[in-house]
């Protein structure tokens, strides 16, 4: 009963990402855009979850763990090259004295 509710969320998990590939390619303004993907990010991350409890293994936790860190990086970088135009700054004139 528990495996059919759980191949039953991966079903739903999938179709919301599916939904969610429209979004990201409609937009109509880049922050959806990179919401689509933080969204993506996070429903990767519960099917990861959902994988592993059926498959009854902790070798994916490891996985989700990385992807959530991946996943926040890259919505970071993007809300900084909207908000700024660059994702990193570099100052050649900057001596580091340390």
């Given amino acids: 009963m528990m495996e059919m509710v759980l191949y039953t969320a991966m079903?739903?998990?999938t179709i919301a990402v599916l939904?969610?590939?429209v979004r990201i390619?409609?937009?109509p303004y880049p922050p959806d855009r990179?919401?689509?993907l933080d969204a993506i990010?996070?429903?990767l991350i519960a099917?990861?979850?959902i994988w592993s409890m059926i498959s009854r293994?902790?070798?994916y936790l490891d996985l989700m763990l990385l992807i959530g860190v991946m996943s926040f990086i890259g919505t970071v970088a993007f809300a900084r090259f909207l908000e700024r135009g660059v994702a990193i700054e570099y100052d050649?004139?900057?001596e580091n004295n340390g």
Avoid: C, D, E, W
């Fill in 19 to 21: 939904g969610i590939f």
């Fill in 57 to 59: 293994t902790y070798v």
């Fill in 11 to 13: 079903v739903i998990i």
């Fill in 34 to 36: 990179i919401l689509g």
């Fill in 47 to 49: 099917l990861i979850a």
């Fill in 25 to 27: 390619i409609k937009g």
């Fill in 92 to 94: 050649p004139n900057h």
């Fill in 41 to 43: 990010g996070t429903n």
